[in-house]
């Protein structure tokens, strides 16, 4: 065995357990992540390029914190994850307000991009399983993935908010039904469960975009009015009561013992592992 492969070998699993707070804290992170852009863009009048360059910085300074980090440490990695949601945004918002690109092909773009992830991870790894994040390489091509479901959800958001005239209220019970959806099918079909994890990653940005969208925005644009300020501190404060919820009570262990016992063919539990 090579140096590089008994030090990789050491590296914990840097992906939390898939459990519903899990998927709390993704929701949440993601509606930060539409309100998050929009407070920074328009109330601070940063503008998009401005914005984009400061939390490009940010998300290139707390990724590299992470990569380096030799196990899943809760608050680096969702702080990661808040901080790429915000330039998924912003990546979207990018190709549609400055160089207007249609949601359409937006979307299409930003689903090609995920797509070609996947297949290269797939080829490389053998396995879309985030049960066996402990490779660098394994862990950019995860946060290459993660990158694209969010910018994806945003233009798909969008598209299905705006551009079909659904209405963000509209538009966030349809994502959430197309969650149900995956759910169902995972356990009364038996679809995939990796596949079943990633569908509902993905839909999660949508929902969780329109959720900010319908919270943030004013009555006249179909929101609730509640403001992006607002809306972004109060989420932010939930994720960070349950990342330290989460932090108190973890209990991690060693991925695998030996590379002899990797079963690249295992899934991923919807809610648990």
């Known amino acids: 065995m090579s140096v590089t492969s008994r030090n990789e070998t050491k590296m914990l699993n840097k ?5 519903i707070w899990f998927w709390i804290i993704k929701v949440l992170a993601t ?17 998009l390029t401005g914005t984009s360059l400061v939390m490009g910085l940010m998300l290139g300074v707390f990724l590299v914190m992470q990569v380096r980090a030799r196990a899943y440490v809760p608050w680096l990695y969702w702080a990661t994850v808040v901080l790429i949601s915000v330039v998924g945004t912003l990546a979207s918002d990018n190709l549609v307000d400055n160089l207007k690109l249609p949601l359409t092909d937006a979307t299409l773009l930003f689903g090609l991009a995920l797509a070609v992830t996947f297949v290269c991870w ?11 994040i402990v490779t660098r390489r394994k862990e950019l091509f995860y946060w290459a993935a993660i990158l694209f479901t969010f910018a994806l959800g945003t233009a798909g958001g969008d598209l299905a908010a705006e551009g079909l005239n659904l209405g963000y209220a509209t538009a966030a019970f349809s994502f959430a039904l197309a969650i149900v959806m995956v759910i169902l099918a995972r356990y009364l079909l038996a679809a995939n ?22 919270l943030s925005q ?6 609730l009015g509640l403001g992006t300020m607002a809306t972004s501190v109060v989420f932010l404060s939930v994720i960070l009561a349950l990342v330290v919820y989460l932090t108190a009570t973890q209990r991690r262990e060693p991925l695998l013992p030996a590379p002899a016992e990797v079963e690249v063919d295992q899934g991923v ?4 592992n």
């Open 193 to 214: 469960d990796v596949m079943a994890f990633w569908a509902a990653y993905i839909l999660t940005r949508p929902l969780g975009a329109s959720c900010g969208d319908l």
């Open 15 to 19: 992906v939390p357990e898939v459990t």
């Open 218 to 223: 004013s009555p006249a644009d179909g929101g």
């Open 269 to 272: 539990d919807f809610w648990s």
């Open 122 to 132: 797939h080829w490389r790894e053998q396995t879309l399983s985030i049960r066996e």
């Open 31 to 47: 509606t930060v992540g539409e309100t998050a852009a929009d407070f920074i863009n328009s109330t601070l009048r940063l503008g």
